[in-house]
């Protein structure tokens, strides 16, 4: 079973507006990652932020972490229309097995 | 560094033939992950392996495919008897072994290979 699941599952937003896509996860984590899929490519890193931290930027990213509800979020600021692509969360367990979520596909308006 | 390089990029077979996917993680690069992706779903985890050690298989199938990374060469998934539900693209990730140590994974995907049973 998936152990991520992203909401929304599509998102369109007009360009300059921000984004904000949300995972939620079952078990203990070491930590989570936040990856990119532009259509038919493979995942590309993007910010991970780990079980003990709460709060993580880079440049036009911000990702939460609340482990208390095992649920974490990306906001992408100022959306241009190259950010449109799949999003996933993907959780880290203590094995090292890494599981990814459903995905949220984000599409950017000009 | 040319990264996580996969082939074949597309693969076609038809139903009873086996298909064989390879994976030559980036340098240095010690763990290997292999994931299953069907249009528009998530990335399914299938295995993670390490040089010659399988360390979790509990998302493959019990029959019909199986995983390696040997010594020297390539990680390969191995799919015997493919059947039409196994049409899907295939990526496979890798990550260094002081990564994997401290818990820190940080996957660098290949392109993948996408499988099409006739």
């Known amino acids: 079973s998936q152990q991520g699941e992203e909401d929304p599952q599509a998102l369109s937003i007009q360009e300059g507006e921000n984004a904000t896509m949300n995972c939620s996860y079952k078990?203990?984590?070491?930590?989570l990652q936040w990856y990119r899929q532009n259509s038919g490519r493979g995942l590309v890193h993007l910010i991970l932020i780990r079980s003990n931290e709460r709060e993580k930027h880079s440049g036009r990213l911000r990702v939460t972490l609340d482990t208390s509800k095992k649920s974490s979020s990306l906001l992408i600021t100022a959306s241009r229309a190259a950010d449109t692509a799949s999003y996933f969360c993907a959780t880290v367990l203590r094995d090292d097995k890494i599981i990814f979520g459903k995905g949220t596909r984000l599409h950017i308006l000009p | 560094n040319a990264g996580v390089m996969q082939n074949p990029r597309h693969l076609v077979r038809r139903r009873g033939q086996e298909a064989r996917l390879r994976c030559s993680p980036m340098k240095g690069h010690s763990h290997v992950y292999w994931y299953r992706q069907l249009p528009e779903e998530g990335l399914k985890f299938m295995v993670y392996?390490?040089?010659?050690?399988?360390?979790?298989e509990s998302g493959m199938p019990k029959e019909r495919f199986s995983a390696e990374f040997p010594k020297e060469g390539p990680s390969i998934l191995r799919i015997q008897q493919v059947v039409r539900g196994d049409s899907a693209a295939y990526f496979c990730a890798s990550s260094p072994p002081d990564q994997a140590a401290s818990g820190a994974n940080v996957l660098t995907f290949g392109a993948g290979s996408r499988l099409t049973v006739l």
């Open positions: 078990t203990s984590i070491n930590n």
């Open positions: 392996l390490q040089k010659e050690n399988i360390i979790d």
